[in-house]
Nanobody, 128 residues
Framework: QVQVVESGGGLVQAGGSLRLSCAAS????????VGWFRQPPGKERELAAA????????VYSDSVKGRFIISRDNGKNTVSLQMNSLKPGDTAVYHC?????????????????????WGQGTQVTVSS
């Protein structure tokens, strides 16, 4: 069973950048696709971005497309989420999660029930 831990959250002003990291232990992360989910205060959880095992497929929610970049380094057993041009609406707890499913579109990646292991989350707060 793989365990994942997020890091890199914090407080940033609007327009700024943060880089989140998801590190795995227990099993190699290359065996899994990885998603970054977020849950803003008072709102439902949504998939912000996801990446396939090889990194060949990446998907983004409309709200982050063009500003966030998901990438993976299978050699270092990590997946990163580079967040640029941050907005107050990006304020949320961000969780990384891993899935055995083979997905190539947002709809497939966004189903939270497909993810078997979740991190505890890291808080991102964007001030205006």
């Amino acid at each position: 069973q793989v365990q994942v831990v997020e890091s890199g959250g914090g407080l940033v002003q609007a327009g700024g950048s943060l880089r989140l990291s998801c590190a795995a232990s227990g099993r190699t992360l290359r065996m899994y696709a990885v998603g970054w989910f977020r849950q803003p205060p008072g709102k439902e959880r949504e998939l912000a971005a996801a990446i396939s095992r090889s990194g060949g497929y990446t998907v983004y929610s409309d709200s982050v497309k063009g500003r966030f970049i998901i990438s993976r380094d299978n050699g270092k057993n990590t997946v990163s989420l580079q967040m640029n041009s941050l907005k107050p609406g990006d304020t949320a707890v961000y969780h990384c999660a891993v899935t055995n499913y083979y997905c190539s579109d947002y709809g497939c990646f966004s189903s939270a029930s497909r993810y078997g292991s979740w991190g505890q989350g890291t808080q991102v707060t964007v001030s205006s």
